[in-house]
């Protein structure tokens, strides 16, 4: 299925390093979230663009970025991250930031940080 | 508490067993309800919407009790191929729209 598709699939970085999430998505959906999935945690909600405007930013640190060039591209930039930021980021897509409306998910990106 | 509650498990069934799963939400304005379902270290896929009258799809059957503030899932004839972690997932707009996930519930399908 390649309705998301996420890249890369696996990154290992540094915490001085700076390095870039890229979720793309194929089912002209207006929606886009990055979530954050931690081991034995919910998944995490980070931030949802409407139409390229972000909507919602759950309190995520400074040092997670995200950008929305277009209602079909979002990206995640990456900066003096933690080792406790470790974990699978997650980007999903759906028609409409609505109630009834489905998140389709990538395949995530599993991120180490040294 | 915790918004969105699940059962962690695991629940370890044999094939053709029938398991159900509670998951109950503490706000009482939540507004719609879905499972997903999340293979071992793969993205989590919609299962089902949950609505009040109940709903059904071959051997899943969700139902919602907004009195008792709980969905529930039932898997029928459980399949090897049920092994998963069903996630509950709750949207409410008090205080702006959010989406809600639990934390799952592991299912182990036994031959």
């Known amino acids: 299925e390649t309705g998301v598709t996420q890249t890369p699939r696996h990154l290992v970085m540094g915490m001085t390093n700076k390095k870039s999430l890229k979720c793309e998505q194929h089912?002209?959906?207006?929606?886009m979230y990055w979530y954050k999935q931690s081991a034995k945690k919910p998944l995490e909600l980070m931030f949802v663009?409407?139409?390229?405007?972000?909507?919602e930013n759950n309190s995520v640190p400074s040092r997670f970025s995200p950008e929305c060039p277009n209602s079909s591209h979002l990206f995640l930039h990456l900066h003096t991250l933690q080792p406790e930021d470790s974990a699978l980021y997650l980007c999903?897509?759906?028609?409409?930031?609505?109630?009834?409306?489905?998140?389709?998910f990538g395949p995530g990106t599993r991120l180490t940080v040294l | 508490r915790k918004e969105v509650e699940q059962d962690p498990g695991p629940f370890n069934v044999p094939e053709g067993a029938t398991v159900a799963f509670n998951c109950t939400y503490s706000?009482?304005?939540?507004?719609?309800f879905f499972w997903y379902r999340q293979d071992c270290r793969k993205e989590p896929k919609l299962l089902m919407s949950?609505?009040?009258s109940g709903n059904e799809d071959g051997r899943f059957t969700a139902q919602l009790n907004r009195a008792s503030q709980y969905i529930s899932l039932l898997i029928r004839d459980s399949k090897l191929s049920d092994s998963a972690t069903y996630l509950c997932?709750?949207?409410?707009?008090?205080?702006?729209?959010?989406?809600?996930f639990g934390a799952g519930t592991r299912l182990f399908v036994k031959a």
């Open positions: 706000n009482s304005a939540s507004q719609s």
């Open positions: 089912l002209g959906h207006n929606a």
């Open positions: 999903a897509s759906s028609y409409l930031r609505g109630p009834t409306d489905t998140q389709y």
């Open positions: 663009y409407n139409f390229k405007e972000q909507t």
């Open positions: 949950v609505y009040s």
């Open positions: 997932v709750v949207n409410h707009l008090t205080g702006g729209f959010k989406t809600i």
